[in-house]
């Protein structure tokens, strides 16, 4: 079996820009938030980004990456809204396609079974048509339903955070939500993985139940040990969200300088410079 | 006369949202909504299955010794949009940034959505929830802002819309009530256009008609009930010690 280790920075040489980038993960709960630093570091551009939003959006959107952005919202969960998503659509800075959050699911599912798309109630009568000019309904062959079909949202690339991984690419998630990181891996051409943990296959299941192990190898290409990489979102059981470093990130929004001063106490170092300036502000609040 | 708050009027007309529904999953979004359905829960409808709003069915305790969750069930959110919406069994109290006379609803942004003068949340699931079960709505703060004569995105379909799209989409469409810091309203209508049910003690209609843009039927207002004693003792010493539900009301 292939030894899929790779670093960051490997997975981040794997991306090229324009691509159609998928982000698991849910709102500000457990997002690769390391690989997204990565892809901060890098100077990829014009994605089109494909997520469950939370700060993935925001901060990728406050550096200029985003070209379109697929979704059915973008929240911090525990403060509504992203200040950084928000100024970037009320400046026109992106293209959107926004859906209902099943229409959503609907998409990644039909692209992970490989279908052109799936009839879905949700949409009917909204603004979601409207928006989404392509967006065509389907007649039922049995009723005289007219329902949405939800087009296939494929991905070139899914990037996930998962609690525990073996070197292979089997995944675990710990906490209570899988969210939909196993259709994120499957509606994509490529699924890297990065991971609180790295350990021998026979520790996943040690103590833990089977059903924890969301992801099998075949759907992953690489595997990231990454540490806190889901950091400041949170990663039950590993830890939760860190919300002053969160509030924080959403108060440097509203200053004119706020995301320089931002971007380079935490962002322009790599993730160990990260890492160490979330210690000393953890330090500076004790 | 009682000497509820209108934070604790708001809470009961919540809880009488859910009065009926029985074996359903009662997802409360926001403060008050929340109260409500637990306070529906440990008095009138026993039965309702309660989301935290993230990946649990919980139980609340009738005590206050602390461990207030019990978990009776797992709900995450894949299983929520995958089944338990399209199926139907469940009953959601969405907050609205405008709201029209049809019971249109906005969550998503104010202005042209190509380039939005406030971006908002996203449309979220209300396209979903308003064509695939009972819908109601929570609104602390009624005003001429939020009751529009149009809204700028159709996040939760309104009656008109649902209509218009077919008959996919009005099948299961059941946009129940609103609620808010002045009164409940329907859309008993026979145009399904908004209407009083109910004012809270102390609101005069002229308290509503110069806080919404739109005009609403009252031809058969009634007053909001009061909390019974009990009622308040659950409020005040079991849901809501601290008072939180004052920050969301005032008065």
């Given at each position: 079996?292939?030894?899929?280790?790779?670093?960051?920075?490997?997975?981040?040489?794997?991306?090229?820009?324009?691509?159609?980038?998928?982000?698991?993960?849910?709102?500000?709960?457990?997002?690769?938030?390391?690989?997204?630093?990565?892809?901060?570091?890098?100077?990829?551009?014009?994605?089109?980004?494909?997520?469950?939003?939370?700060?993935?959006?925001?901060?990728?959107?406050?550096?200029?990456?985003?070209?379109?952005?697929?979704?059915?919202?973008?929240?911090?969960?525990?403060?509504?809204?992203?200040?950084?998503?928000?100024?970037?659509?009320?400046?026109?800075?992106?293209?959107?396609?926004?859906?209902?959050?099943?229409?959503?699911?609907?998409?990644?599912?039909?692209?992970?079974k490989r279908?052109?798309?799936?009839?879905?109630?949700?949409?009917?009568?909204?603004?979601?048509?409207?928006?989404?000019?392509?967006?065509?309904?389907?007649?039922?062959?049995?009723?005289?339903?007219?329902?949405?079909?939800?087009?296939?949202?494929?991905?070139?690339?899914?990037?996930?955070?998962?609690?525990?991984?073996?070197?292979?690419?089997?995944?675990?998630?710990?906490?209570?939500?899988?969210?939909?990181?196993?259709?994120?891996?499957?509606?994509?051409?490529?699924?890297?993985?990065?991971?609180?943990?790295?350990?021998?296959?026979?520790?996943?299941?040690?103590?833990?139940?089977?059903?924890?192990?969301?992801?099998?190898?075949?759907?992953?290409?690489?595997?990231?040990?990454?540490?806190?990489?889901?950091?400041?979102?949170?990663?039950?059981?590993?830890?939760?969200?860190?919300?002053?470093?969160?509030?924080?990130?959403?108060?440097?929004?509203?200053?004119?300088?706020?995301?320089?001063?931002?971007?380079?106490?935490?962002?322009a170092g790599d993730e160990a410079s990260y890492q160490a300036e979330v210690v000393k502000l953890r330090e500076e609040a004790a | 006369m009682s000497d509820a708050t209108r934070a604790e009027v708001a809470i009961v007309a919540c809880a009488e949202l859910f009065r009926g529904d029985g074996e359903i999953v009662a997802s409360p979004m926001g403060l008050i909504p929340q109260f409500g359905a637990k306070l529906a829960r440990q008095t009138f409808e026993p039965d309702l299955l309660l989301s935290d709003g993230e990946a649990f069915l919980l139980t609340p305790q009738s005590d206050t010794a602390g461990n207030d969750k019990i978990i009776e069930g797992w709900q995450p959110f894949k299983k929520m949009l995958d089944v338990i919406v399209p199926h139907g069994t469940r009953h959601v109290v969405m907050g609205a940034s405008q709201i029209d006379r049809f019971g249109n609803q906005n969550i998503s942004a104010i202005g042209d959505h190509s380039r939005p003068t406030r971006q908002l949340l996203g449309v979220r699931g209300a396209p979903g929830n308003t064509v695939n079960h009972r819908t109601s709505y929570w609104v602390p703060r009624h005003s001429t802002r939020v009751f529009v004569d149009t809204v700028d995105v159709v996040s939760g379909v309104g009656y008109d819309n649902a209509q218009k799209a077919g008959p996919a989409a009005s099948k299961f469409h059941d946009v129940h009530r609103v609620v808010t810091n002045l009164g409940v309203f329907d859309f008993a209508s026979p145009d399904h256009s908004m209407r009083i049910v109910s004012l809270h003690p102390g609101v005069t209609l002229q308290d509503v008609t110069e806080n919404t843009a739109f005009a609403v039927d009252d031809s058969d207002v009634t007053e909001t009930r009061t909390p019974t004693i009990e009622e308040l003792h659950l409020i005040r010493d079991v849901l809501d010690p601290k008072c939180l539900r004052d920050r969301e009301v005032r008065l």
């Open positions: 079996m292939a030894d899929k280790r790779m670093t960051l920075e490997q997975v981040v040489g794997e991306l090229e820009d324009g691509m159609t980038i998928g982000i698991g993960g849910w709102g500000s709960r457990r997002k690769p938030m390391a690989l997204v630093r990565a892809i901060l570091r890098s100077d990829l551009k014009d994605l089109t980004i494909v997520s469950y939003g939370g700060p993935d959006v925001g901060l990728l959107a406050a550096a200029g990456r985003i070209r379109t952005l697929v979704f059915g919202f973008v929240t911090l969960d525990s403060l509504p809204l992203d200040p950084y998503f928000c100024r970037a659509r009320q400046d026109g800075q992106l293209t959107v396609a926004e859906y209902d959050e099943g229409m959503f699911a609907a998409g990644l599912s039909a692209a992970a279908l052109p798309f799936l009839p879905i109630r949700a949409g009917l009568g909204s603004s979601v048509v409207t928006t989404n000019p392509d967006l065509k309904t389907v007649r039922s062959p049995y009723t005289d339903e007219e329902l949405i079909a939800m087009p296939a949202l494929r991905l070139d690339v899914a990037l996930v955070h998962m609690n525990r991984a073996d070197m292979h690419g089997n995944a675990q998630y710990l906490g209570p939500d899988p969210y939909f990181d196993d259709d994120f891996a499957l509606a994509a051409d490529r699924c890297f993985v990065s991971a609180e943990k790295v350990i021998p296959t026979d520790e996943l299941t040690r103590g833990k139940p089977v059903q924890t192990l969301l992801l099998n190898r075949s759907a992953v290409t690489g595997v990231v040990e990454a540490p806190n990489g889901a950091h400041f979102t949170s990663c039950y059981p590993d830890y939760g969200r860190h919300e002053k470093f969160q509030r924080l990130y959403a108060e440097s929004a509203k200053t004119a300088d706020g995301w320089r001063n931002f971007y380079d106490r935490f962002l | -």
